[in-house]
């Protein structure tokens, strides 16, 4: 949900912690797993045009986006090793998306502006991944 300025608004815990990638013990999202969902979500519609000119193409990008969150979310309730391995895997998927949009922005299939903000949101996923495995 967006808030003023764009600012994300989590709902209120104790119902819905586990739901919005909530921190029980902090009350804190988890904000590379939020910013993740969020490039999801505002990649949803350039998906579905390259989806329209390129059936496989869409099929590995929908694989690879929804690998982001979903490995985040897994990382943050592992320890160790385990942990950093999804948190890499995670950043490695972002990297997958990124190279994939820039692969139908050259086939033609959508322009720049469509997938700008959702690059833009990936690589702030790339960077807190990295703060998170380095």
Request: aromatic content about 4%; glycine content about 8%.
């Given at each position: 949900m967006q808030?003023?300025?764009?600012?994300?608004?989590?709902?209120?815990?104790?119902?819905s912690c586990a739901v919005w990638g909530m921190?029980?013990?902090?009350?804190?999202?988890?904000?590379?797993?939020e910013v993740a969902v969020r490039a999801?979500?505002?990649?949803?519609?350039?998906?579905?045009?390259?989806?329209?000119?390129?059936r496989a193409l869409e099929q590995q990008l929908r694989?690879?986006?929804?690998?982001?969150?979903?490995n985040l979310g897994e990382g943050r309730r592992?320890?160790?090793?385990?942990?950093?391995?999804?948190?890499?895997?995670?950043?490695?998927?972002a990297d997958e998306?990124?190279?994939?949009?820039?692969?139908a922005e050259a086939m033609g299939y959508v322009e720049l502006?469509?997938?700008?903000?959702?690059l833009e949101l990936l690589d702030r996923v790339l960077a807190m991944t990295w703060r998170l495995t380095h």
């Amino acid at each position: 949900m967006q808030g003023v300025a764009g600012a994300l608004v989590v709902p209120a815990c104790p119902v819905s912690c586990a739901v919005w990638g909530m921190n029980q013990q902090r009350k804190r999202p988890f904000e590379a797993l939020e910013v993740a969902v969020r490039a999801v979500r505002v990649l949803r519609s350039a998906v579905e045009t390259i989806g329209h000119k390129d059936r496989a193409l869409e099929q590995q990008l929908r694989k690879a986006l929804s690998s982001v969150p979903m490995n985040l979310g897994e990382g943050r309730r592992r320890s160790g090793r385990d942990r950093l391995h999804l948190y890499r895997v995670s950043a490695g998927s972002a990297d997958e998306v990124c190279i994939a949009l820039r692969v139908a922005e050259a086939m033609g299939y959508v322009e720049l502006e469509d997938v700008a903000e959702g690059l833009e949101l990936l690589d702030r996923v790339l960077a807190m991944t990295w703060r998170l495995t380095h």
